[in-house]
């Protein structure tokens, strides 16, 4: 009987290169059978609100959804995936970036650099969620592991957390004082925001605004955020120091294939293929079920179901000894060879 050699992930990323050609009509009508549903579903919560059916405002929860798929639009152009031209990628993100409240030339290189040190221990901590090893851990002071306790809990993670992130942080870049760009890619998307909204709440009031916008950015945020937290914080996830680091391997191995039923996939832009995009980024987002269909065998790397991950929710510390990551009361358990 033959035995078949397994694929290695640089040889995974070489078979994955025909999918990275951007079509561009394609891309078109992705933005607009994402942006159009967005407006109408907008426009009847505030109609049936104006009215005072306040039912109108269980809009709030697929408009959220909405803009969950416009940040994935945004996220391709960032990659400059969506288009063959950069500039049309660069344009279309920075005006996706008012609907999202996400600077998008900010955002776009900080998460380059989440990608370039995906999986690498020694270079946590840019554009990923925070996860502290074991050790790292147990070293803390009292205060310490309470505060990335806190950090860590879901009403914080995927409620709280969110909110602040998408309303405050991208506001303001804190974190990136004494550099020139992040202030102007902030300011400008600020600007933007500022009269766009003005805008909005000159149309249909600023109850109606609030009413309707407030919650649906939550919303929005608080499913991205669960999004990019399951695919990169699942038990077999994989995460080396630097020496041992290989970035295909890390992308491959290190994210998650979230199987999700066809219709949340369609709605999360495919963002659920996430082990393909993270070794192969340059694939747009509306090609990647089509490396699923060709090479079924991806599908068993990093398969996690919708019930399955929301036992990830437990899992919040990193052991190097077992290379999984564990949950606060696991950290403590002997490990056996």
Known sequence: MTQTTPVTPKRWFQRLAPYRTPENFRAFIEIVITLIPFLLIWTAMWWLISRGYWIGLLGVIPAGAFIVRLFIIQHDC?????????????????????????????????????????GNLDRRGIGDVMTLTVAEYEALSRFGRFKYRLYRNPVIMFGLGPAY???????????????????????????GVAILYGLMIWLVGLKAFLLIQVPSVIVGASIGVWLFYVQHQFDETHWDRTEDWDRERAALMGSSYYDLPKWLMWVTGNIGIHHVHHLSSRIPFYQLPRTLKAHPELKQIGRLTLWQSFKCVKLTLWCEERRKLVSFSQRRVPVTI
């Open 78 to 118: 960032g990659h400059r995936s969506l288009f063959s031209s950069r500039r049309a990628n660069d344009w279309v993100g920075r005006f996706i970036a008012l609907l999202t409240l996400t600077p998008y030339d900010y955002w776009r290189r900080k998460h380059a650099l989440h990608h370039a040190a995906s």
């Open 165 to 191: 992130l998408f309303f405050v942080a991208n506001r303001l870049p804190m974190t990136s004082m004494k550099q020139k760009m992040p202030w102007v890619s902030t300011s400008l998307t600020n600007l």
